[in-house]
Nanobody
Framework: QVQLVESGGGLVQAGGSLRLSCAAS????????MGWFRQAPGKEREFVAA????????STADSVKGRFTISRDNAEHTVNLQMNSLKPEDTAVYYC???????????????????WGQGTQVTVSS
């Protein structure tokens, strides 16, 4: 079965950096677009970043643009989220997700993704 396992979360001070990774198994990883979403307490899950199956196209939410970078390594079956200049409002559980369909471009919508990881907590202190 498909498994997505996030790692790299933790506690960091404002202005600091973290690198999240998501290891995928049970699917032809290189055929699927991947995304990162986050959910803060009391808020709905929101889009953070996405990358196409080839890695040639990316999309980033306005709230993190210029600070977060998504990348993927198809040989290692991983997708990463480099987070710099972190702010307290970035505090959330971060989830990686795999697209429902193969060979599709990036999507900002959670409904486009079928497989989800369990999430990793990111806490940014002020």
């Amino acid at each position: 079965q498909v498994q997505l396992v996030e790692s790299g979360g933790g506690l960091v001070q404002a202005g600091g950096s973290l690198r999240l990774s998501c290891a995928a198994s049970g699917l032809t990883f290189s055929a699927y677009a991947m995304g990162w979403f986050r959910q803060a307490p009391g808020k709905e899950r929101e889009f953070v970043a996405a990358i196409s199956w080839s890695g040639e196209s990316t999309s980033t939410a306005d709230s993190v643009k210029g600070r977060f970078t998504i990348s993927r390594d198809n040989a290692e079956h991983t997708v990463n989220l480099q987070m710099n200049s972190l702010k307290p409002e970035d505090t959330a559980v971060y989830y990686c997700a795999a697209d429902r369909r193969k060979f599709r471009g990036v999507s900002n919508f959670a409904s486009a993704y079928e497989y989800w990881g369990q999430g990793t907590q990111v806490t940014v202190s002020s």
